[in-house]
């Protein structure tokens, strides 16, 4: 192999040139340091000095936090340095040290959260063999194999890197070493080197993050033996984990699964993954685990006690020095050294928590002892009575959907009714997407989207339709508790994506008409999946926002849901707990999508109306027109309906009307738009007109 000759160090660009924008992200990343190297040490400390976390599960917490803070010291402090000098150089060493320094603990860590799934699945599936089979033995040769796959994995890329012939630019356009920039700058073929890459770090990814999602699926598909009790703490201890798997697996197989290429997202990914996400795992550990805010609590008021012993001691012992040795500054330095992340979290956030959560069953006592028990007046104070404890208060295994209708004279009319709806959603989006595939004039940026429009109308629709339909025809029309929650997290995925997804299409239009001379180079392929992408992230972050509060109820005071499917308005409204901060929750989020995209849309057609009435072929303003009519149409009917049932604050509205209104947008919208974007489009006419052609004549 040529020899390296040129290049003795590497230029960092790092994340921006703005000196403004220099200065403010060194304070942000300065203090995510901070909170990342407190958070994980704390951890650390806390399972190593804690008797009560012996557990198998803390032992590997225990070793995550050390890998997160030797990961993060990898990489942050060097661009910390970066942002506030002008000379951003790295040496080659130094360079080839913190790509095999990264990867090491990177993928240790991969493969240390494939072994908390196995004692997480061991736990709940076999939970009285779980000390036996996660024996002292097993655990200490689980980590090894985790720092042993970590340690080869390191080894391929520092042994391709070292090879690769450096000759003249010495720029990396990152603020890290990582194989993709390094390998842009190599003056030499690079394709194997790529694909290696490829399979040693995208391949694996996704084939750990496969093999997760099977591991969860046979926890889920275990807990149905469970008591609705245990149901709730297993989802509860796992649910930490299933958080930083998605924060940690989605931004790397973005990265990595995909051809050798450097695009400019990859700098922000790479921040959430090197960054962001080993400073989240301590919070999210912390405050999802009762255990571990009690030991933290514990060991936090030992050292306290032990800073007021040392304070008597200094007292009796030496009298006279006692103000000069005690003086404020050793006070305030014993006080921070006590009083760090960990006690915050685990000793003051559950006692304001409490109290804000005591302060309206109190309000909700005073105003019971001072007005009449009439039945508006239990109506109003129905959340603090739930709270306060009701006798009809219960957990619940499984809920009964109440429908539209108990009239039996329409369910047969409306089986039929439903029946054709579905009939025809299924076949017009799926074979919108069988069309978009075989049509060469139909593979074009807009195509594109519209085939992920219709796949994301054609699950949500099979998520609440066949189950509506079966609850019609029957008088069991129960749903169970976790069948309720997949239902809820899979609607709400697939909803949200549909959100983000019609912006993309608006941005689509704008670049087409505005731009189409660069509508081809603009709407590159890479940006197509980086926008799909990031419209199905953005769905699975807010669904699970949703989902990880609705587990969190305990207790329920009844189990009958006046809907025909689970919804989180009409679960939140049978909930005995004090449930203010879910709904105002859904109602922010909800808002703020709606608010986003929206703005995104009228901005986007604002400036395709500017374009179209500046052309001067009245043709070219009739096609344009009606090019975009048809997505407009899509766009006002779903985000009409949305607006109107979840983007307004709890008011009295009739369930019936926001019943009827849920059919239209889950049940006639998915219906709809492969209707609207067939009819009222030529290309998909002539592309449907020769392929049947092609078809019969064949």
């Not at 040139?17 to 909170?35: E, N």
């Not at 007021?308 to 012992?317: F, L, Q």
């Not at 997407?433 to 989207?449: D, E, G």
């Not at 809907?563 to 989020?589: G, I, K, R």
Request: hydrophobic fraction near 50%; charge should be positive; charged fraction near 15%.
């Amino acid at each position: 192999m040529e020899q390296r000759t040129n290049v003795t160090e590497f230029v960092l660009l790092g994340l921006t040139q703005s000196l403004q924008g220099q200065k403010i992200l060194f304070v942000v990343f300065l203090f995510i340091y901070i909170v990342t190297m407190v958070g994980n040490l704390v951890i650390v400390v806390t399972v190593m000095v804690s008797p009560t976390l012996g557990a198998p599960m803390y032992f590997f917490l225990g070793y995550l936090s050390f890998m997160d803070a030797v990961y993060s010291t990898t990489v942050t402090p060097n661009m910390i340095i970066d942002l506030v000098h002008e000379k951003k150089t790295i040496s080659f060493e130094a360079c080839m040290s913190q790509l095999f320094i990264g990867h090491l603990f990177g993928g240790a860590e991969i493969l240390l959260l494939v072994v908390m799934a196995y004692d997480r699945y061991v736990a709940i599936c076999k939970p009285l063999h779980y000390l036996t089979i996660m024996n002292q033995r097993v655990c200490i040769l689980l980590l090894l194999l985790a720092w042993l796959g970590g340690f080869l994995h390191a080894v391929v890329h520092l042994f391709f890197a070292l090879n690769l012939p450096f000759c003249g630019p010495n720029v990396i356009d990152h603020f890290i070493c990582d194989m993709y920039p390094l390998l842009k700058l190599a003056c030499t073929d690079t394709f194997f080197i790529g694909l290696t890459v490829v399979a040693n770090d995208g391949v694996i990814c996704v084939a750990i993050f496969v093999l997760l999602l099977v591991s969860y699926g046979v926890i889920l598909h275990s807990l149905k033996n469970l008591s609705q009790e245990g149901k709730r703490k297993a989802l509860s201890t796992c649910g930490s984990h299933i958080t930083v798997v998605v924060l940690f697996f989605v931004p790397c197989i973005f990265m990595y699964v995909r051809p050798p290429s450097t695009l400019p997202i990859d700098k922000s990914l790479t921040v959430v993954y090197t960054i962001i996400t080993p400073m989240l795992n301590p919070l999210i550990y912390t405050l999802r685990n009762g255990e571990m805010k009690s030991a933290m609590k514990k060991l936090w008021k030992i050292f306290i006690l032990t800073g007021m012993a040392y304070d008597r001691y200094v007292a009796i012992c030496r009298p006279l020095q006692y103000a000069v040795i005690m003086n404020k500054q050793k006070c305030n330095t014993i006080i921070i050294a006590c009083c760090t992340g960990g006690f915050i979290h685990s000793a003051v956030c559950p006692k304001v928590q409490s109290y804000i959560m005591i302060l309206p069953v109190r309000k909700n006592r005073e105003q019971h002892s001072m007005i009449s028990t009439s039945e508006n007046t239990l109506n109003e104070l129905d959340t603090g009575l739930k709270y306060m404890g009701k006798e009809n208060c219960s957990t619940v295994t499984e809920f009964v959907l109440v429908g539209l209708t108990d009239a039996l004279e329409l369910r047969v009319l409306l089986f039929m009714l439903f029946l054709l709806i579905y009939g025809v959603t299924f076949l017009g989006n799926l074979g919108m997407i069988a069309l978009i595939q075989v049509s060469s004039r139909l593979h074009t940026p807009m195509y594109f989207f519209l085939s992920h429009l219709s796949f994301v109308d054609f699950c949500y629709s099979t998520v609440i339709i066949p189950k509506m339909l079966y609850n019609i025809l029957n008088e069991d029309k129960t749903i169970s508790f976790l069948g309720c929650m997949a239902q809820f997290y899979l609607f709400c995925t697939c909803v949200v994506t549909e959100v983000f997804l019609l912006a993309v299409m608006a941005y689509d239009r704008f670049v087409a008409i505005c731009n189409p001379l660069l509508y081809m180079v603009s709407m590159s392929q890479n940006l197509r999946v980086v926008l799909v992408s990031g419209c199905y992230l953005c769905a699975t972050v807010c669904s699970l926002i949703h989902l990880c509060l609705a587990l969190e109820i305990p207790s329920y005071r009844a189990h009958e849901i006046n809907h025909f499917f689970c919804d989180l308005p009409p679960l939140l409204s049978l909930a005995c707990s004090d449930v203010t901060m879910n709904e105002l929750l859904l109602y922010v989020v909800a808002t703020f999508n709606e608010v986003i995209t929206i703005v995104i849309i009228l901005t986007s057609y604002l400036f395709i109306v500017i374009t179209i009435l500046r052309m001067r072929s009245a043709e070219g303003r009739r096609k344009a027109f009606s090019t975009c009519a048809s997505h407009l149409t899509a766009i006002v009917v779903f985000h009409g309906t949305i607006l109107f049932i979840y983007c307004r604050p709890d008011s009295g509205n009739s369930v019936d009307t926001d019943k009827v209104t849920s059919v239209f947008y889950t049940v006639v919208i998915p219906m709809l738009n492969p209707l609207i974007y067939s009819l009222r489009n030529k290309d998909v006419k002539e592309a449907l007109r020769k392929v049947v052609g092609s078809k019969i004549f064949s």
